[in-house]
């Protein structure tokens, strides 16, 4: 995943910077997930996010 990924940036930032436990990693997903939604109903662009949601969700946390 990339290093910029949404999802990532959240659950480092949920951790204080450590290393992300699963649940911070779900709720960035859930949180990323709610933004595409909430963009999309506005009909603002997407830019990368949808993208960036999809490769989130295949990453398995620990």
Do not use: C, Y
């Amino acid at each position: 995943m990339d290093k910029n990924n949404f999802v990532l940036l959240t659950a480092l930032q949920l951790s204080g910077g450590s290393k992300p436990k699963p649940w911070m990693l779900k709720a960035g997903i859930n949180m990323l997930s709610n933004h595409i939604k909430q963009r999309k109903r506005l009909g603002l662009p997407l830019f990368e996010l949808e993208k960036e949601l999809e490769e989130a969700k295949r990453i398995k946390p620990d």
